[in-house]
Nanobody
Framework: QVQLVESGGGLVQPGGSLRLSCAAS????????IGWFRQAPGKEREGVACILGSGILTSDTRTYYKDGRFTVSRDNAKNTVYLQMNSLEPDDTAVYYC???????????????WGQGTQVTVSS
């Protein structure tokens, strides 16, 4: 398994932005697909974005989004994957997780490694 650590969560006002980070130590994230999920109280965990690992060859897009306000990217030099979230709304309040596996999926059960999560609260 891959040890993942999320950071960057916090309290933000509606309309604001946050950038979450997903880092790993001892293993490279470059060849792993990284999914971002969130779980609000009383709700199921849902996928919001995913970026394919370098080992997957495709002429199609390498990133997938459930919401156009979110952008996922990598910094291989820092061994980190980011989730940029803009125009945040109170409904975006949740614990956000990153997860690693071979490919992208919207199903949490398809990912074998998870971080501990970071809380995002959108409130005035």
């Amino acid at each position: 398994q891959v040890q993942l650590v999320e950071s960057g969560g916090g309290l933000v006002q509606p309309g604001g932005s946050l950038r979450l980070s997903c880092a790993a130590s001892g293993v490279t994230l470059d060849d792993k697909s990284i999914g971002w999920f969130r779980q609000a109280p009383g709700k199921e965990r849902e996928g919001v974005a995913c970026i394919l690992g370098s080992g997957i060859l495709t002429s199609d897009t390498r990133t997938y989004y459930k919401d156009g306000r979110f952008t996922v990217s990598r910094d291989n030099a820092k061994n980190t994957v980011y989730l940029q979230m803009n125009s945040l709304e109170p409904d975006d309040t949740a614990v956000y997780y990153c997860a690693a596996d071979l490919g992208c999926s919207w199903h949490p059960e398809d990912f074998g490694s998870w971080g501990q999560g970071t809380q995002v609260t959108v409130s005035s």
